[in-house]
């Protein structure tokens, strides 16, 4: 077998040591075979792609059904397998996660403009299951990464839309380590110029302090453990190039402004021990004025928690401290992932529980968002609550109150689609035209241009004023056509 399908395996069992792995075999197989004959712009076997993103959500630890959503995410869009069958193989659970990795690909990135539209596409996906969200930005990052094999207009266009959108709801999902590595993935190709300077700037002040810094830590921990705190581990992080480049952007290029270029990421076993950690090196090495954020008592919006402080090292020289326990550290990589991590000791038992803090750091997330689109575009906060988003073949989203029908999607799209409509097909099926839309349906009208117009029997079902009003126009102007017709002096 594939090179990737033993690195796949190797990295579950890594974590998870007794995972069915005759699932994960079980889907690759399909995946394999499915994709049989599609190959990547760069060549290569289609089916490479999902297995390098399976395997970057086995990276992160996460359930198995997600990795095994992973494996088939391109498999209903792609190939001739359907959903149907995969829910038949991998129950529903994995079903569910690669429709919602589906319905979130319908909706197509259609420039600067329609932001907005864009955002409510993920509202779409974390309707439905917000594991969907975490596989599509594996799907994305491994794109991403394989942007070189794409004509440049794509490229760009890709990364862009990686920059605009999917970063931004990263971090809004307290998905840190994805939120760094799309934008450092997209930077390259959005802003090439400022990359290229980004990237030197970086190596040549990262050669220069990379020693000095090995110093500090080594003193820091000596420190630490003599004074009873137990450092779980010690790294010096370099900041992520493409919020180095914004920062860099604020003090007007000066790089020695910038304090966390390097910072030292301290974890320790509890809350306690990170307020010690902080007052011994603080009595070591004397704290910059107004840099110490305790985001442990005061998290970020997104949930983030550590504290930071900045200090004057050994010869003046600034380094900047992140403290946090274990959870706060698996929170601030992981974010809304972490809650669906595999580990040993929590297996089923717990699962409902987590899935109730799941939903409510999900209602969290959707007011937070909804409160970031009001920023942009004045919505009202309310304007999401019982609304669907229904999305045209072509991938615009059509917002519609609950229970809209084809019908009142149809006046959405104009007059003369509504009148002239004479069926539907949803999600590729003929349907009925009062049958309710769901969200994240991609819906089709067939229009008949021989018909007269509407019927008046849809009245009853419609749900939106606006194709009440036309139905009703439509049939006042039929009447009185008519009347005019049978009393040709009537008016
Ligand atoms: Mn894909």
């Given at each position: 077998m594939a090179s990737e399908y033993d690195q796949l395996i190797t990295t579950i069992k890594a974590y998870h040591k007794d995972a069915d792995l005759s699932l994960v075999e079980k889907a690759y197989k399909l995946a394999h075979d499915a994709h049989k004959g599609q190959r990547r712009m760069?060549?290569?076997?289609?089916?490479?792609?999902?297995?390098?993103?399976?395997?970057?959500?086995?990276?992160?630890?996460?359930?198995?059904?997600?990795?095994?959503?992973?494996?088939?995410?391109?498999v209903p869009e792609d190939t001739d397998v359907t959903l149907e069958t995969i829910k038949k193989e991998f129950g529903e659970d994995v079903a569910s996660i690669v429709e919602g990795v589906t319905k979130v690909g319908k909706v197509k990135y259609r420039g600067v403009s329609r932001y907005v539209e864009n955002m409510r596409r993920f509202f779409i996906a974390m309707a439905a299951d917000a594991r969907s969200l975490i596989v599509k930005f594996a799907d994305r990052i491994d794109n991403l990464s394989t942007l070189e094999a794409l004509p440049p207009k794509k490229q760009y266009r890709i990364a862009l839309e990686s920059l605009e959108i999917f970063a931004p709801v990263a971090s809004r999902l307290g998905m840190g380590e994805m939120k760094g590595t799309i934008e450092d993935l997209s930077f390259r190709y959005v802003y090439p110029n400022d990359y290229e300077t980004v990237k030197q700037i970086v190596q040549q002040r990262y050669a220069a302090k990379s020693e000095y810094i090995n110093t500090v830590m080594e003193i820091a921990e000596k420190e630490l453990k003599r004074s009873g705190v137990s450092v779980d581990s010690m790294v010096g992080r370099l900041k992520h190039l493409y919020s180095l480049h914004r920062k860099l952007k604020k003090y007007d290029n000066n790089i020695t402004k910038i304090y966390d270029l390097i910072a030292v990421r301290l974890i320790v076993p509890d809350i306690a021990q990170c307020y010690?950690?902080?007052?011994?090196?603080?009595?070591?090495?004397?704290?910059?004025?107004?840099?110490?954020?305790?985001?442990?008592?005061?998290?970020?919006?997104?949930?983030?928690?550590?504290?930071?402080?900045?200090?004057?090292?050994?010869?003046?020289?600034?380094?900047?401290?992140?403290?946090?326990?274990?959870?706060?550290?698996?929170?601030?990589?992981?974010?809304l992932a972490a809650h669906w991590h595999y580990s040993e000791s929590n297996k089923t038992s717990k699962l409902p529980e987590r899935h109730k803090r799941w939903i409510d750091e999900l209602a969290r997330v959707h007011k937070e968002m909804v409160k970031g689109l009001k920023d942009i575009e004045s919505i009202k906060l309310d304007f999401f609550q019982s609304r669907i988003f229904v999305i045209t073949p072509k991938g615009d989203v059509i917002d519609l109150p609950e229970d809209a029908t084809p019908v009142d999607f149809a006046y959405a799209i104009h007059t003369d689609i509504g009148n002239k409509c004479s069926g539907s097909r949803v999600n590729g099926e003929l349907t009925r035209l009062d049958t309710p839309l769901k969200s994240g349906d991609v819906v089709e009208i067939i229009t008949d241009k021989n018909r007269k117009g509407p019927s008046p029997d849809w009245l009853n079902f419609v749900k939106t004023s606006m194709a009440k009003t036309r139905i009703r126009t439509y049939a006042k102007k039929s009447i009185s056509d008519w009347i005019k017709g049978v009393l040709p002096g009537s008016n």
């Amino acid at each position: 077998m594939a090179s990737e399908y033993d690195q796949l395996i190797t990295t579950i069992k890594a974590y998870h040591k007794d995972a069915d792995l005759s699932l994960v075999e079980k889907a690759y197989k399909l995946a394999h075979d499915a994709h049989k004959g599609q190959r990547r712009m760069s060549g290569e076997p289609y089916v490479n792609h999902p297995m390098r993103t399976a395997i970057r959500l086995a990276e992160m630890e996460l359930q198995l059904p997600i990795v095994i959503a992973g494996i088939l995410h391109d498999v209903p869009e792609d190939t001739d397998v359907t959903l149907e069958t995969i829910k038949k193989e991998f129950g529903e659970d994995v079903a569910s996660i690669v429709e919602g990795v589906t319905k979130v690909g319908k909706v197509k990135y259609r420039g600067v403009s329609r932001y907005v539209e864009n955002m409510r596409r993920f509202f779409i996906a974390m309707a439905a299951d917000a594991r969907s969200l975490i596989v599509k930005f594996a799907d994305r990052i491994d794109n991403l990464s394989t942007l070189e094999a794409l004509p440049p207009k794509k490229q760009y266009r890709i990364a862009l839309e990686s920059l605009e959108i999917f970063a931004p709801v990263a971090s809004r999902l307290g998905m840190g380590e994805m939120k760094g590595t799309i934008e450092d993935l997209s930077f390259r190709y959005v802003y090439p110029n400022d990359y290229e300077t980004v990237k030197q700037i970086v190596q040549q002040r990262y050669a220069a302090k990379s020693e000095y810094i090995n110093t500090v830590m080594e003193i820091a921990e000596k420190e630490l453990k003599r004074s009873g705190v137990s450092v779980d581990s010690m790294v010096g992080r370099l900041k992520h190039l493409y919020s180095l480049h914004r920062k860099l952007k604020k003090y007007d290029n000066n790089i020695t402004k910038i304090y966390d270029l390097i910072a030292v990421r301290l974890i320790v076993p509890d809350i306690a021990q990170c307020y010690s950690a902080l007052g011994i090196l603080h009595n070591l090495w004397k704290p910059l004025k107004g840099r110490i954020k305790d985001y442990i008592s005061q998290p970020k919006p997104n949930g983030y928690q550590s504290l930071h402080t900045t200090v004057f090292a050994m010869g003046g020289e600034i380094v900047e401290f992140q403290i946090r326990t274990p959870e706060m550290h698996e929170a601030a990589e992981y974010g809304l992932a972490a809650h669906w991590h595999y580990s040993e000791s929590n297996k089923t038992s717990k699962l409902p529980e987590r899935h109730k803090r799941w939903i409510d750091e999900l209602a969290r997330v959707h007011k937070e968002m909804v409160k970031g689109l009001k920023d942009i575009e004045s919505i009202k906060l309310d304007f999401f609550q019982s609304r669907i988003f229904v999305i045209t073949p072509k991938g615009d989203v059509i917002d519609l109150p609950e229970d809209a029908t084809p019908v009142d999607f149809a006046y959405a799209i104009h007059t003369d689609i509504g009148n002239k409509c004479s069926g539907s097909r949803v999600n590729g099926e003929l349907t009925r035209l009062d049958t309710p839309l769901k969200s994240g349906d991609v819906v089709e009208i067939i229009t008949d241009k021989n018909r007269k117009g509407p019927s008046p029997d849809w009245l009853n079902f419609v749900k939106t004023s606006m194709a009440k009003t036309r139905i009703r126009t439509y049939a006042k102007k039929s009447i009185s056509d008519w009347i005019k017709g049978v009393l040709p002096g009537s008016n």
